[in-house]
């Protein structure tokens, strides 16, 4: 089994940072791909950033892009989030993942909200 646990979240105003971390731990043998996926209240679970570890690719939702970076530390597991210049429509829950032999595994989620 694979546990994932994130810290970060919070209030924030327009405008501001906050970052988001997320640690993995127990069966880690060879992750595919670590990110952040969001739910906004009342839409759908969305792809915030992800890496994808053997292909050295990340990838952003257009809605963040030059906002939010994502990195990893490969020898600790844990892969972050930098969200800057935040706004309202970020407002979500925040999970992170991590993709394994086909498996995705989550996080309990962390709420993010940005005040106008």
């Known amino acids: 089994q694979v546990q994932l646990v994130e810290s970060g979240g919070g209030l924030v105003q327009a405008g501001g940072s906050l970052r988001l971390s997320c640690a993995a731990s127990?069966?880690?043998?060879?992750?595919?791909?670590m990110g952040w996926y969001r739910r906004a209240p009342g839409k759908q679970r969305e792809l915030v950033a992800k890496i994808i570890i053997g292909e050295r690719i990340t990838i952003y939702a257009d809605s963040v892009k030059g906002r939010f970076t994502i990195s990893r530390d490969n020898a600790k597991n844990t892969v972050s989030l930098q969200m800057n210049s935040l706004k309202p429509e970020d407002t979500a829950v925040y999970y992170c993942?991590?993709?394994?032999?086909?498996?995705?595994?989550w996080g309990q989620g962390t709420q993010v909200t940005v005040s106008s």
């Open positions: 993942n991590l993709l394994q032999y086909g498996r995705d595994y």
């Open positions: 127990g069966s880690i043998l060879s992750i595919n791909a």
